[in-house]
């Protein structure tokens, strides 16, 4: 899990040096949809698409380890979770997959 610090601003961390990420709007929803994720309730008109050279299962798994760990503070897991996201996965309906994504279904608890 990326330090306070490695987090852009707009998910929620302390690093404003990652202009090549989601800010603003796109970050939000991100975080909205990790919230959903940690309240057991995403978003079900959201489809994941894995970015190339991602595993989806390997992804997944992480973000549910983040989020069932009981260390880090709740703003923290959170802000990560949703950078990693964005990261790693392309939130977009069946016709906007970018060529060669996976998809992952969004539903359930992660």
Do not use: N
Request: glycine share 10%.
């Amino acid at each position: 899990m990326p330090p306070p610090s490695g987090i852009p601003e707009a998910f929620g961390g302390a690093s404003g040096d990652r202009p090549e990420l989601e800010t603003g709007a796109a970050a939000r929803d991100w975080v909205r949809y990790a919230e959903g994720l940690f309240r057991g309730d995403p978003m079900d008109s959201v489809q994941l698409y894995t970015r190339p050279d991602i595993d989806p299962t390997l992804a997944i798994r992480h973000i549910t380890a983040i989020l069932r760990s009981f260390e880090p503070k709740h703003e923290h897991k959170i802000a990560a979770t949703a950078f990693l996201l964005a990261r790693w996965f392309a939130a977009l309906r069946p016709h906007d997959a970018p060529q060669g994504a996976r998809k992952k279904d969004a539903g359930g608890t992660p």
